[in-house]
T-cell receptor
Framework: GQQLNQSPQSMFIQEGEDVSMNCTSS?????WLWYKQDPGEGPVLLIA?????ELTSNGRLTAQFGITRKDSFLNISASIPSDVGIYFC?????????????FGKGTLLTVNP | EPEVTQTPSHQVTQMGQEVILRCVPI?????FYWYRQILGQKVEFLVS????????KSEIFDDQFSVERPDGSNFTLKIRSTKLEDSAMYFC???????????FGNGTRLTVT
């Protein structure tokens, strides 16, 4: 199956710092989604991206759909303790099924107050 | 905001027993999905369901698994004879259409002993 390479695997930052994480693939994607998962809960959608080059913000979060359609990044500005959690990129790749969302392995974010 | 609800939140069962995991998707959504997440690993696609039939399934979704929409609101995942390796978080998700982002429930933690 298609693979999404998500990095970094984990991050330890101080409150107030900015954070950046990304996903890359050898395949072209039609849609990129970013989810956050808190312990014991399901993934919650943060941002959805549908076009190459698209840059979308949701509060302190900004995500971009790479021009090559093979990558995406998520930035979090001025992190706060409640940003702690696992962030997953996910997407539908070109030529693949629109029913099967492929997930990255996640980035575990820890924010020290 | 409408949400996907799943019951039970935690199910413990003995190897070889049948389990049924229940989900109530968002009411105006037409596409339903089951994903699973083994502890510490990424979220994996199991099956998608539309118009009362399976649209796609993964290699994980073998003959031990089945899905059903028994009425207008519930969507169930049945595992006929559970194995130890079926222990995982099982997430139900729904979407309005194949191009819309998935909305996930909070999951059922299945423990097979």
């Amino acid at each position: 199956g298609q693979q999404l390479n998500q990095s970094p695997q984990s991050m330890f930052i101080q409150e107030g710092e900015d954070v950046s994480m990304n996903c890359t693939s050898s395949s072209i994607f039609n849609t990129w989604l970013w989810y956050k998962q808190d312990p014991g809960e399901g993934p919650v959608l943060l941002i959805a991206l549908y076009k190459a080059g698209e840059l979308t913000s949701n509060g302190r979060l900004t995500a971009q759909f790479g021009i090559t359609r093979k990558d995406s990044f998520l930035n979090i500005s001025a992190s706060i303790p409640s940003d702690v959690g696992i962030y997953f990129c996910a997407g539908y790749y070109s030529g693949g099924s629109n029913y099967k969302l492929t997930f990255g392995k996640g980035t575990l974010l820890t924010v020290n107050p | 905001e409408p949400e996907v609800t799943q019951t039970p939140s935690h199910q413990v069962t003995q190897m070889g027993q049948e389990v049924i995991l229940r989900c109530v998707p968002i009411s105006n959504h037409l596409y339903f999905y089951w994903y699973r997440q083994i502890l510490g690993q990424k979220v994996e696609f199991l099956v998608s369901f539309y118009n009362n039939e399976i649209s796609e399934k993964s290699e994980i979704f073998d003959d031990q698994f089945s899905v059903e929409r028994p009425d207008g609101s519930n969507f169930t995942l049945k595992i006929r004879s559970t194995k130890l390796e079926d222990s995982a978080m099982y997430f139900c998700a729904s979407s309005r259409d194949p191009n819309s982002p998935l909305h996930f429930g909070n999951g059922t933690r299945l423990t097979v002993t």
